[in-house]
């Protein structure tokens, strides 16, 4: 099973909508591990590692998150995996 770690930023309506709820509950449902988080500029990041065919699944719906969220664009940048990270977190900044 290969690993992957991703750094993910999104851009749009995506504060206020749930986005980090809905994204921690996705990932959870993948089993990943990572965090999410609302940032200053009024996007979210999102850190996920785990088998990459799942976290490319996440990758996948960051680009459209929850129902009430209006996503713009997202950046998604490959890191190095790392299985420093336990669970899947939001955090608050």
Same mark, same amino acid.
């Given at each position: 099973?290969?690993?992957?770690?991703?750094?993910?930023?999104?851009?749009?309506?995506?504060?206020?909508?749930?986005?980090?709820?809905?994204?921690? !509950?996705?990932?959870?449902?993948?089993?990943?591990?990572?965090?999410?988080?609302?940032?200053?500029?009024?996007?979210?990041?999102?850190?996920?590692?785990?088998?990459?065919?799942?976290? !490319? !699944?996440?990758?996948?719906?960051?680009?459209?998150?929850?129902?009430?969220?209006?996503?713009?664009?997202?950046?998604?940048?490959?890191?190095?995996?790392?299985?420093?990270?336990?669970?899947? !977190?939001?955090?608050?900044?």
């Amino acid at each position: 099973m290969a690993t992957k770690r991703i750094r993910a930023v999104v851009h749009g309506r995506v504060q206020g909508v749930f986005f980090r709820a809905h994204t921690q !509950e996705e990932a959870r449902r993948l089993g990943l591990a990572g965090w999410v988080r609302n940032r200053a500029d009024g996007s979210v990041e999102a850190v996920a590692e785990g088998e990459a065919a799942r976290v !490319e !699944e996440l990758a996948t719906w960051l680009h459209q998150g929850p129902p009430a969220a209006r996503v713009s664009h997202v950046e998604v940048s490959s890191e190095e995996p790392q299985s420093d990270l336990r669970g899947f !977190e939001v955090r608050y900044r």
